[in-house]
């Protein structure tokens, strides 16, 4: 009798003239390839010769070295309930606390599943959540695995958000989730007036803040700070201007303690490496004291973006900050003008849908800071060689 792996694989590779119950997924992919929605993994890395536009390390720290200090243990081991939680990740939970000015904060393993975890864990049948229409997807798994009544609306449409909040005065509770920099447009929301909305209704404000920390504010600390709002969940990430990988939510210390208990992504997940904790603790510190490297990445931003507004590309007027879409509406004008990039020596990849609504498809350009002037020049020489 064949092992339960046997039967497995021969499900997946059947004898010639067997069944194939996995066959209808090579249907949707041929279907996807003709849709010009495939997806293919790149060269990993890219090649030493390419300027990489497309990354989320704002502020050039991912080159940099992990902590080398002897007795960090490479792994945490089990979740951070049971065994896994070590010195290091409390000692960058309270960095990253007094970097924000709030009580508390809990890292997870991911940026999605800080989200998901989060959202999922404070959400309850019978509230109703108001998201906004181009939220990220883990914020999106988030509300629908909530089981609250989400309310989508217009993105960054502020009397959308008070009109659902307004029809939402009976329900258990209120929630308005957004991002403060929408990772795939640029563009930001209005803060203030999101939480003046929520104190009026009773309602809960959660910003993921992902793309802002590191970038904007006092000392790097992100959008919400720079217009003087404090959030009621905070998220952010250890992977974009941090340069490394994992998140954490920042708030109260009550907010903390619920997530420690109800959150499943962190409930039921290992902890992050002690040696990243390690790291991030470093990073903050850094990042919080990095107004050179912010200056610069303004700088190279607005250069970039002169550059390639006069090449004629359409950016999204709204876009702000190191993230520059370039709007190309089909897949295959964003798809070819990635192939032509890359012919030149740049690397910008096609960003299409589902991550981007129908006839939006785009290259997401990105600056950071560990690009020189010359770097930018020779970025803009190759997209004037590709449009052409």
């Not at 002690?274 to 912010?294: F, G, H, I």
């Amino acid at each position: 009798m064949p092992a339960p792996m046997d039967e497995a694989f021969q499900a997946l590779n059947p004898a010639p003239g067997g069944v194939n119950a996995l066959r209808h997924l090579q249907d949707e992919l041929s279907e996807m390839e003709r849709a010009g929605l495939l997806r293919t993994p790149p060269a990993a890395p890219a090649p030493a010769r390419m300027l990489v536009l497309c990354s989320n390390d704002y502020l050039g720290y991912a080159g940099l070295a992990l902590p080398s200090e002897v007795g960090t243990a490479s792994g945490a081991g089990a979740s951070r309930l049971v065994s896994g939680t070590h010195e290091a990740h409390l000692m960058a939970e309270r960095e990253i606390a007094a970097w924000l000015s709030v009580e508390a904060a809990l890292l997870f393993s991911s940026g999605y599943a800080a989200n998901v975890g989060t959202v999922a864990a404070l959400a309850r049948p019978g509230d109703v959540v108001v998201s906004d229409a181009l939220n990220h997807a883990s914020l999106i798994d988030g509300c629908r695995l909530s089981g609250a009544t989400v309310e989508v609306v217009g993105h960054v449409d502020v009397e959308a958000v008070e009109s659902a909040l307004v029809r939402a005065r009976g329900a258990r509770r209120r929630w308005v989730v957004t991002e403060s920099l929408f990772s795939m447009d640029g563009d930001t929301p209005d803060l203030r007036r999101l939480r003046e909305l929520c104190d009026r209704h009773d309602a809960a404000l959660i910003v993921d803040e992902a793309h802002a920390l590191g970038v904007f504010g006092p000392r790097g600390a992100g959008l919400c700070a720079e217009v003087g709002v404090r959030p009621d969940v905070l998220i952010g990430t250890l992977g974009k201007s941090l340069g490394l990988h994992g998140a954490f939510v920042a708030g109260s210390s009550t907010l903390r303690t619920y997530l420690w208990n109800r959150a499943r992504s962190f409930v039921y997940s290992t902890g992050i490496s002690p040696v990243v904790a390690l790291a991030a603790a470093e990073r903050v510190r850094r990042a919080a004291a990095d107004d050179p490297a912010r200056a610069r990445l303004a700088l190279l931003t607005r250069r970039l973006r002169s550059g390639l507004q006069a090449l004629g590309a359409e950016l999204l007027p709204a876009s702000s900050g190191p993230i520059l879409p370039w709007i190309l509406k089909s897949t295959g004008a964003a798809v070819e003008m990635s192939r032509r990039l890359a012919s030149e020596g740049v690397l910008v990849q096609a960003i299409r849908p589902p991550t981007v609504p129908a006839g939006t498809s785009r290259l997401r350009i990105v600056a950071n800071a560990s690009l020189s002037e010359s770097d930018v020049e020779r970025a803009l020489a190759g997209f004037r060689e590709a449009i052409r």
